[in-house]
């Protein structure tokens, strides 16, 4: 099924309290969707369904829930089939960050970036597509991933590990959707202006560093709006596009690794060693202070 607009649209949203989930939700909502909204921060997304209700968008249901949380889906996705039938889009948009350097990072750390950031999109999947397919309605599924399922960035191992394992999935229900009329967009976002960037858990390094801030600082500047990011998605979805860019550079990237693979890695390897001086400079500059 063709989706020329979102009019009248059952759009199911996670992660929608905050950063682009937010975004899209209100995008959404102004184009005349009918959504159902989840997020983990129960009070955020209070103020999201209120502030869309109040602008005179529609919102059927809510309910704070632990994507990650198989138990919590299946009730919240059957509560929405009992009383509302099967959606027209799914939007996998919630996750979190975090980065480090292997030795760094302990095993929480990849358990917890696995059961959100992909476990927790399988979860909606496996609940919501059976239904979408049953209904021979047609539909749409979004999965936001990120840059770091594109490219080896420097400290993203597990943060990598859960969004090359999102794109895995999505190019594989690329082909298989198509013939129940779903289609499929990986949304592939790079700096994005979030919650994330104050967020992210970056382990083994002082986030208080001077380095570092420069480095965020770096990285808000050259960070695209969530709201611009939802744009993007809406307009994906719109076109029935697979890879979903939300802003330029990453999609210059991707090409760039594709057709001149010598040169990319070279870049990414100049990168890597850039994040590792200020990072030993950070834990150096730590270490002195508390002696």
Same mark, same amino acid.
């Given at each position: 099924?063709?989706?020329?607009?979102?009019?009248?649209?059952?759009?199911?949203?996670?992660?929608?309290?905050?950063?682009?989930?937010?975004?899209?939700?209100?995008?959404?909502?102004?184009?005349?969707?009918?959504?159902?909204?989840?997020?983990?921060?129960?009070?955020?997304?209070?103020?999201?369904?209120?502030?869309?209700k109040e602008n005179g968008g529609k919102v059927s249901l809510f309910k704070a829930i632990d994507i990650s949380s198989y138990e919590e889906v299946k009730a919240f996705t059957q509560e929405i089939y009992f009383k509302f039938g099967s959606m027209n889009i799914i939007m996998n948009i919630a996750g979190i960050s975090i980065w480090g350097s292997i030795e760094n990072?302990?095993?929480?750390?990849?358990?917890?970036?696995?059961? %959100? &950031?992909?476990?927790?999109?399988?979860?909606?999947? =496996?609940?919501?597509?059976?239904?979408?397919?049953? +209904?021979? /309605?047609? !539909?749409?599924? %979004? &999965?936001?991933?990120?840059?770091?399922?594109?490219? =080896?960035?420097?400290?993203?191992?597990?943060?990598? +590990?859960? /969004?090359? !394992?999102?794109?895995?999935?999505?190019?594989?229900?690329?082909?298989?959707?198509?013939?129940?009329?779903?289609?499929?967009?990986?949304?592939?976002?790079?700096?994005?202006?979030?919650?994330?960037?104050?967020?992210?858990?970056?382990?083994?390094?002082?986030?208080?560093?001077?380095?570092?801030?420069?480095?965020?600082?770096?990285?808000?500047?050259?960070?695209?709006?969530?709201?611009?990011?939802?744009?993007?998605?809406?307009?994906?979805?719109?076109?029935?596009?697979?890879?979903?860019?939300?802003?330029?550079?990453?999609?210059?990237?991707?090409?760039?690794?594709?057709?001149?693979?010598?040169?990319?890695?070279?870049?990414?390897?100049?990168?890597?060693?850039?994040?590792?001086?200020?990072?030993?400079?950070?834990?150096?500059?730590?270490?002195?202070?508390?002696?």
């Open positions: 099924m063709q989706i020329s607009n979102l009019k009248n649209m059952k759009c199911f949203i996670t992660g929608a309290a905050s950063g682009i989930g937010k975004a899209v939700a209100i995008a959404a909502a102004a184009e005349g969707a009918e959504l159902f909204l989840t997020d983990i921060n129960d009070i955020q997304l209070n103020e999201v369904v209120t502030h869309i990072l302990d095993h929480r750390d990849w358990r917890r970036s696995i059961d %959100v &950031n992909l476990m927790g999109p399988i979860h909606v999947m =496996g609940c919501m597509i059976p239904v979408m397919i049953e +209904a021979e /309605k047609g !539909g749409h599924l %979004v &999965n936001v991933s990120s840059a770091a399922c594109l490219f =080896g960035l420097p400290w993203h191992a597990a943060y990598s +590990a859960s /969004k090359f !394992g999102l794109r895995g999935i999505s190019e594989v229900l690329l082909f298989d959707l198509k013939q129940h009329g779903i289609g499929v967009s990986l949304v592939c976002p790079g700096a994005v202006n979030t919650g994330l960037v104050s967020t992210v858990e970056i382990k083994g390094v002082d986030r208080n560093n001077r380095d570092i801030i420069a480095l965020k600082e770096h990285f808000q500047k050259r960070a695209v709006t969530p709201e611009k990011a939802a744009q993007a998605i809406l307009k994906g979805i719109k076109r029935n596009q697979y890879m979903v860019f939300t802003s330029a550079d990453i999609q210059i990237g991707y090409w760039f690794q594709r057709k001149i693979s010598l040169p990319y890695r070279f870049v990414m390897q100049l990168l890597n060693n850039r994040i590792n001086t200020v990072a030993n400079a950070s834990l150096t500059t730590n270490i002195e202070e508390n002696i």
